[in-house]
């Protein structure tokens, strides 16, 4: 779904990102070779709930993430991170600074599938790549640094459109796990939901619409546990964090999805956080003009 919405962002001449993948993902899986690729294809356009307006959040959030990564990249971080990747192709599409390695961190057959896809139009990553096969509700951590992660080095990570599936557990120990595998001068972005759905909120047209379009419950697919504060728990261990609406970026890009009653929006929050570099202090004179350490 996500990687459609991508295509049809592709297409717009007001992209907001150009994934050329995209597509090919799409007409590749059976379950959606008959989905939309371009907003013409789409019926009502971007009046359409589900490929209108939650699309366009989709080419929005991708934008988004994408300046984030290139940002940590080009302040120093080589080593890239994203956890449950998915049909992510970043490292295909954007343009990476010397040196750097893109971990792609999902499940083995997620994995086979987009091999399958980008072996077959013969793509070239655009930096190193380093796929990894392994569940995110278990020890991925160990599987990261085994593939060659250094983790004193500072890293940019991404968890993009997952948290809000994980169970409480599994997010706690993501967390914990890019907190404890980050060195001074690493990043995290992710994706959160705020609370709870309100009925009102949960018959938004955007379900509606996405369950009857394609057969999705994207309602079905969230957690029911209630949802750790991520967000506080970064910022307790000396991270500087930040919360932003989409809406926020909506109006930064000039484009995107806006506030509506009842918004199945309104709750998403994408968090953006920095394990601050070591400040040199320069320590007071001692006796005699030496400079007393501690």
């Known amino acids: 779904m996500v990687a459609a919405a991508r295509a049809i962002e592709s297409h717009r001449h007001n992209a907001l990102a150009r994934d050329v993948y995209a597509e090919h993902f799409v007409r590749s899986a059976r379950a959606s070779a008959d989905w939309p690729v371009r907003l013409e294809h789409v019926p009502g356009g971007d009046a359409n709930p589900l490929w209108g307006r939650l699309g366009r959040y989709f080419g929005l959030r991708t934008r988004v993430l994408d300046d984030a990564l290139l940002r940590s990249v080009r302040a120093g971080a080589r080593q890239v991170v994203l956890l449950g990747a998915g049909l992510d192709s970043r490292a295909f599409r954007l343009d990476w600074p010397p040196g750097c390695t893109v971990f792609e961190v999902d499940t083995e057959d997620v994995l086979a599938f987009k091999h399958q896809v980008l072996d077959g139009l013969r793509a070239a990553p655009k930096t190193v790549r380093v ?21 004193t080095a500072p890293s940019a990570w991404l968890a993009e459109g997952l948290l809000l599936y994980l169970p409480n557990a599994a997010e706690r120990y993501l967390i914990d796990a890019v907190d404890g595998l980050s060195a001074a001068g690493s990043t995290l972005a992710f994706e959160v939901k705020l609370g709870g759905e309100s009925p009102e909120v949960r018959d938004n047209p955007v379900y509606r619409s996405t369950k009857q379009q394609i057969g999705v419950d994207l309602l079905d697919l969230f957690d029911g546990e209630p949802r750790p504060d991520s967000a506080g728990a970064l910022a ?19 484009r995107g999805p ?5 918004d199945a ?8 956080a920095d ?3 070591a400040v040199a202090v320069r ?3 001692g006796p005699g003009g030496v400079r007393l350490l501690q």
């Open 236 to 254: 307790r261990r000396g991270w500087a964090t930040s919360l932003h609406t989409p809406f926020d970026f909506t109006q930064h890009h000039g």
């Open 283 to 285: 320590p007071p004179a």
């Open 131 to 151: 796929p990894i096969a392994a569940d995110l509700c278990t020890d991925w951590a160990g599987a990261l640094t085994g593939a060659g992660f250094d983790p």
């Open 265 to 272: 929006l309104a709750s998403n929050r994408w968090v953006f």
């Open 258 to 262: 806006l506030p509506e009653p009842n």
């Open 275 to 277: 394990k601050p570099r």
